[in-house]
């Protein structure tokens, strides 16, 4: 390998580092002008359902019907057996010994969905 390819290389790296922090700037900045001044927000809230959508379809796009094979349903069963599952039923185990009743009913609510649609809502 080159000098002129590892340097290249090293800055392409330091290029997709900052892009990533100007992301996480750019969603922290939203997140708390979002808070503080929530003008508008009914207005947006119907492009909240097609940018699940294209998220969910970005996310799978490059999913490839030959590698979903025997061998990859384990760790994809046992993803949804915590989310759906095991984690919900701790945290009504947790919930009922800790929580006041009005308490505990807000995490049976959030309890009912599997754990990742949960802390969306949050």
Request: proline share 4%.
């Amino acid at each position: 390998m080159t000098r002129r390819s590892m340097g290249s290389r090293s800055e392409a790296s330091r290029l997709g580092a900052l892009a990533r922090l100007k992301t996480a700037l750019l969603v922290a900045v939203a997140a708390v002008l979002g808070i503080t001044v929530p003008v508008g927000g009914d207005a947006l809230e119907v492009l909240v359902t097609p940018l699940v959508i294209v998220l969910v379809y970005s996310s799978l796009r490059s999913v490839e019907i030959e590698d979903l094979h025997a061998g990859t349903i384990g760790p994809a069963a046992v993803s949804l057996l915590l989310s759906y599952v095991a984690l919900p039923a701790a945290a009504i185990v947790v919930g009922t010994a800790l929580l006041s009743r009005s308490a505990f009913l807000g995490v049976l609510a959030m309890a009912v969905g599997p754990t990742t649609a949960g802390s969306a809502l949050v």
